[in-house]
Every structure is written in C-alpha cells, then in structure tokens.
C-alpha cells in the first residue's frame, strides 16, 4: 500500500489531518489490512476513511476549527493495482515515454476543491483499477508538484534507467529543487514506485 496526503492549504491543522490519516491507514494496513485481498481492502479503506472522516469532522467542531485533507492510495497484489482517491493529489501511471493520468480533481467550476477527507459531505473515495508490466512505474503527488510540470518532462524523465530507490530519490529531488528555484511555495510530496524487474531491485 502506498498513501499520500496533502492537507488543505487555509484551514487549521491541515498538516495534523493529513499525518493522521496516514497513520491510520498505515496502522490498519500492518495490523490486518495485509492480510485481505484487494477487494476487502477496498471495501476496508472506503469504511476507515468514511471513520476517519467522521472523527476529523468532530474533533473540528468540538475545536471551533476546520482542518480537512486529500488523499490518494494505491494497493498493490501483485502485479494488479487499486487506486482510490479524493480531492486533487493525482496518480500517474508512467511506462517508458508514456504517461496517463489515472485521477481526476474533485474541483467546481472555478478551480475549489470540492471533496476531502475531514471537511464538509462525505463522498465515497474514487478510483480504478489495472494489471502492471514489468516497466510500468506509478507516480502519486501534492498539486505543489505537478502545477505547471508538462508531462513532456515526466516522459524525459521516466524513460531514463531508473533501477533502485536511490536513483528515484535523486530523480525526485532534482524535480523538488527545481519547483523551489520556480517560487512554488505549496507542499511538494511525490512517490515513485513500480513492480520490480528482478528481485533485487527496490523502488
């Protein structure tokens, strides 16, 4: 399983909503969530979220705050994956030259996210499904990363001989500081991650 979140930037304790939905998942996930095939672990994760939904909206109004955060989450069995999804992180799924976006923003008509988790109605969380090749990579991130990044720089990058974490993670930053040197000044978050090739390789 692999999760990112990213709280909404002009609402209190943003970064406390998203760290604590991640903390949730992962504790559901290594205590039992693991042991289920992807079907009940969808159904899992749409319920935990739809609690952990609840449980922000409430300490919220207890607290005279509103503290809401995006989340996107890609299960892995094999090689078949899920993606679930709310409000605007995307998953891209990246092989060799091309790149699909596999989400959509939950965004009106004037650009305003719509859907989150701990911040106004509940809406089950969105999604899809496909089966991975060997060279096929998955690209989750914050909108502070993908705004104003042309998929042309997504496919330079991706066609490169990407073959262990460490190489990802300098492919990664090489992105980060060069956002930074732009003025983006949101949350940057990013996974990068595929099924292995051979079995010594770890993305």
């Known amino acids: ?5 990213d709280g909404i930037g002009g609402l209190e304790k943003g970064e406390e909503a998203s760290s604590y939905v991640v903390r949730q998942l992962a504790n559901w996930f290594l205590s039992e969530g693991y042991k289920l095939n992807l079907k009940k672990q969808k159904r899992m994760i749409q319920q935990l979220c739809f609690q952990i939904h609840q449980e922000l909206l409430d300490y919220g109004n207890e607290n005279k705050i509103h503290l809401g955060t995006t989340v996107a989450i890609v299960l ?6 899920i993606w679930l999804y709310t409000g605007d992180c995307r998953i891209y799924w990246l092989r060799n030259r091309k790149v699909k976006q596999l989400t959509e923003e939950h965004h009106d008509k004037n650009g305003n ?11 089950l969380l969105s999604g899809g499904h496909k089966k991975l090749g060997k060279r096929d990579r998955i690209l989750m991130c914050s909108d502070g990363f993908y705004r104003n990044l042309e998929l042309k720089e997504l496919r330079i990058w991706n066609e490169r001989a990407i073959k262990n974490s460490e190489q990802a993670d300098r492919m990664l930053k090489q ?3 060069k956002k930074i040197s ?5 949350n940057i978050s990013a996974l990068y991650w595929g099924y292995p090739e051979k079995q010594e390789e770890v993305l």
């Open 1 to 5: 399983m692999a999760v990112l979140c």
């Open 182 to 186: 732009a003025g983006e000044r949101d």
């Open 113 to 123: 996210l719509i859907r989150a988790i701990g911040v106004g109605q509940w809406y």
């Open 76 to 81: 892995m069995e094999g090689r078949k994956i």
């Open 175 to 177: 992105i980060f500081q």
